[in-house]
Nanobody, 117 residues
């Protein structure tokens, strides 16, 4: 049973920082991409950042230069360092992984990030 457990969310003032972490357990396959998504109230879930097994990263424009995604392949973890946070970053953040098969897509339970102005 693949499980993704996120941690690190919370309440922070604008301009502050948070670090989200996601630990993956129970996978019997090699994890390809790992990503962080977010969903704000009344909005669709969107991809925030993604990292390949080899370390190639991609970010949505609104977080470039502020957020950094990283992973540890040996520990099956993925982190999201969020700096210079803005109120519009407020959302539930979800960890996500992709395995070798198209059916190998798994999600964490989500962690709330709230940025006050």
């Amino acid at each position: 049973q693949v499980q993704l457990v996120e941690s690190g969310g919370g309440l922070v003032q604008a301009g502050g920082s948070l670090r989200l972490s996601c630990a993956v357990s129970g996978s019997t396959f090699s994890i390809n991409a790992m990503g962080w998504y977010r969903q704000a109230p009344g909005k669709q879930r969107e991809l925030v950042a993604i990292i390949s097994r080899g370390g190639t990263t991609n970010y949505i424009d609104s977080v470039k230069g502020r957020f950094t995604i990283s992973r540890d392949n040996a520990k099956n973890t993925v982190d999201l360092q969020m700096n210079s946070l803005k109120p519009e970053d407020t959302a539930v953040y979800y960890c996500n992984i992709y395995g070798p098969q198209s059916s190998d897509v798994y999600w964490g339970q989500g962690t709330q990030v709230t940025v006050s102005s």
